[in-house]
C-alpha cells in the first residue's frame, strides 16, 4: 500500500486526475476500478473519482508495486548545469520568459534538442523553488506556447494556483498579447482588422483562409498597426483578439502581406532576397487586464511588461 499526502500544489484536483500524474503506469479504467472497489481510499474512506481534494488529506492506494514508476533520473533538466533564460519578470508565483526564435517550448515529434520548459524546471530546481520528490503530481508548467520560429514572452506557472488562475484568464482572453512581425509590403489601411475563418488543412499542416463560416472553421480576429515602412518591408503592431493556431501569419498571407521570412505562408522569392528563413514574428508585450477576480494574482491586474528588444526590428527599423 502506498500514500499520498495532498499538499498545496495537489489540492482542488479531482482524485483521477491526481492519480494519473502520481501513478502514471496505472491505466485510467483501472484506476477507476480500484476506486469503485475501494482499493483506493481517501482519508480511509470510499472515494469517488471526480471528487476534489483537499490540502492534508490522505489518499490510500492498495495498487501493486509494478503500477509506481520508479523517480527517473534521466531527466533532462538534470543534464543541465546553467540554465538559460531570458527572464522579463518573476516573482513567487510566476516567471516571464522571453524565448528566442528557433527554440522548442516543449519537446515535440520534430525533436529540437532542450527546451525551454527543460531549462525552466533545471531553473528551479536548481534554486530548490522546486523539488520534483517532493511533489505528488505538480510540475511547473508553461502556460502558453509560441511556434519554434517565433519568438517572444512565455508565461510559466511555479505553483498550481498561479496555473490554474492563468489557464483560465488565457482561456478568457483576459491577458491582452501584443506582436510585432515583418510584412512584406505596405499595408493598405495602414491600420485595420482582419478577420476571417481559420480551418486546418490536416493533410499539408497548415491552416486555410476563409471569408465565410466553414465547417470545422474558427473565426479569428487580429487588429494591427503600420509603425513603420522600410523600401519594401513594413513593421506591424499586431493585437491578437482571438487566439488560433497560425492566426497572424495566414491572416498577413491572405491580406496579400505575408511574414518576412515565412516558409510555409510567405513569399519565397522575398524571403531568399531578404535572406531570411523564418517568420519575423514576435510576442513582445502583454498586459495583465483581469476584468474579473483573479486570487493570488491579483497584484498583476493592470500591469503591462515587454521584452527588451527584438532582434528583426533592429536589424531593418534601427
Not at 499586431?238 to 511574414?259: M, N
Request: a neutral charge; proline letters at 4%.
Amino acid at each position: 500500500m502506498r500514500e499520498f499526502i495532498i499538499g498545496k500544489n495537489d489540492a482542488g484536483q479531482r482524485l483521477d486526475r491526481f492519480l494519473a500524474k502520481a501513478i502514471p503506469l496505472l491505466p485510467a479504467s483501472l484506476a477507476q476500478k480500484y476506486v469503485r472497489i475501494k482499493r483506493i481510499k481517501v482519508d480511509g474512506a470510499r472515494a469517488q473519482r471526480d471528487q476534489r481534494l483537499n490540502e492534508g488529506s490522505v489518499v490510500q492506494c492498495y495498487v501493486n508495486d509494478e503500477f509506481f514508476d520508479a523517480p527517473d533520473e534521466s531527466n533532462v533538466y538534470l543534464t543541465i548545469a546553467t540554465p538559460k533564460l531570458n527572464i522579463v519578470y518573476e516573482d513567487e508565483n510566476l516567471l516571464l520568459l522571453d524565448k528566442p526564435a528557433g527554440q522548442l517550448c516543449h519537446a515535440g515529434d520534430d525533436g529540437g534538442g532542450i527546451t525551454l520548459l527543460d531549462h525552466l524546471l533545471a531553473y528551479l530546481y536548481q534554486k530548490r523553488e522546486w523539488r520534483p520528490r517532493e511533489e505528488n503530481a505538480f510540475t511547473p508548467a508553461l502556460c502558453n506556447r509560441i511556434d519554434r520560429n517565433t519568438g517572444g514572452i512565455v508565461i510559466a506557472a511555479k505553483n498550481a494556483e498561479a496555473l490554474r488562475i492563468l489557464n483560465e484568464k488565457i482561456k478568457n482572453r483576459e491577458i491582452a498579447k501584443y506582436y510585432l512581425c515583418v510584412c512584406v509590403g505596405r499595408p493598405d489601411p495602414a491600420r485595420g482588422t482582419l478577420e476571417c475563418f481559420l480551418r486546418k488543412d490536416e493533410k499539408e499542416n497548415r491552416m486555410r483562409v476563409y471569408h465565410h463560416p466553414v465547417p470545422d472553421g474558427r473565426n479569428a480576429i487580429t487588429r494591427y498597426v503600420t509603425l513603420e515602412t522600410c523600401e519594401a518591408i513594413s513593421l506591424i503592431e499586431v493585437e491578437l483578439l482571438t487566439g488560433r493556431t497560425h492566426q497572424i501569419r495566414a491572416s498577413f498571407a491572405d491580406f496579400g502581406h505575408p511574414l518576412l521570412g515565412d516558409g510555409k505562408y510567405g513569399n519565397g522569392a522575398v524571403n531568399r532576397k531578404y535572406d531570411e528563413t523564418g517568420q519575423l514574428l514576435y510576442s513582445y508585450r502583454l498586459r495583465f487586464d483581469f476584468p474579473t477576480e483573479a486570487g493570488v494574482l491579483e497584484y498583476l491586474r493592470g500591469r503591462e511588461f515587454s521584452v527588451q528588444s527584438v532582434p528583426f526590428r533592429e536589424k531593418y527599423f534601427s
